[in-house]
T-cell receptor, first 114, second 112 residues
């Protein structure tokens, strides 16, 4: 089975711009979660999508948004970029129906905001 | 104060040593506990998952949970240079299985 894929792998943007990141889950997985990883704050949960609906949301400002398509692929959008948004953005997929299940992470998209 | 505290290290040990990695947490609602390993420029991969207090063993890895003390540990026996990575503890509450709260990670180097 192919793993979780994320595109692009690297991205450089300037302050004020917006960015869209993409995540393709493992085939058959319907849940996609997004995390932000920074040296200072570590890995922090952004949100989870399941069957095209946001199911859980972390404590991030509204500039961070996402969506999920009918094929379970997910996109994350960050508007009005700030320097502090520089981070590794990880997505994780899982079947989405279990009470506890393994999440499989992608390699991440490294975003640098100048 | 963060919900999950983890010593960031770095931790450097000789090959063959026993490694002990630890996390403490403050939220007693956490019921599921995981250890992830993250190599440089890769996403985290799940090493161990535990639910109840006690020990769980998988090869050279042993995960230990003490809910009364809000303390979890990961032991690596006969450590290898290939174990050099960042180790992250993660936790979740029932009903939010896919909303993980992570520790800051411990960077481990195993010297040949």
């Amino acid at each position: 089975k192919a793993g979780v894929t994320q595109t692009p792998r690297y991205l450089i943007k300037t302050r004020g711009q917006q960015v869209t990141l993409s995540c393709s889950p493992i085939s058959g997985h319907r849940s996609v979660s997004w995390y932000q990883q920074t040296p200072g704050q570590g890995l922090q949960f952004l949100f989870e999508y399941f069957s095209e609906t946001q199911r859980n949301k972390g404590n991030f400002p509204g500039r961070f948004s996402g969506r999920q398509f009918s094929n379970s692929r997910s996109e994350m959008n960050v508007s009005t970029l700030e320097l502090g948004d520089s981070a590794l953005y990880l997505c994780a997929s899982s079947p989405g129906t279990g009470t506890q299940e393994t999440q499989y992470f992608g390699p991440g998209t490294r975003l640098l905001v100048l | 104060q963060k919900e999950v505290e983890q010593d960031p290290g770095p931790l450097s040990v000789p090959e063959g040593a026993i490694v002990s990695l630890n996390c403490t947490y403050s939220n007693s609602a956490f019921q599921y506990f995981m250890w992830y390993r993250q190599y440089s420029r890769k996403g985290p991969e799940l090493l161990m998952y535990t639910y109840s207090s006690g020990n769980k063993e998988d090869g050279r890895f042993t995960a230990q949970v003490d809910k009364s003390s809000k303390y979890i540990s990961l032991f690596i026996r006969d450590s290898q240079p290939s174990d050099s990575a960042t180790y992250l503890c993660a936790m979740s509450v029932p009903g939010s299985a896919r909303q993980l709260t992570f520790g800051s990670g411990t960077q481990l180097t195993v010297l040949p």
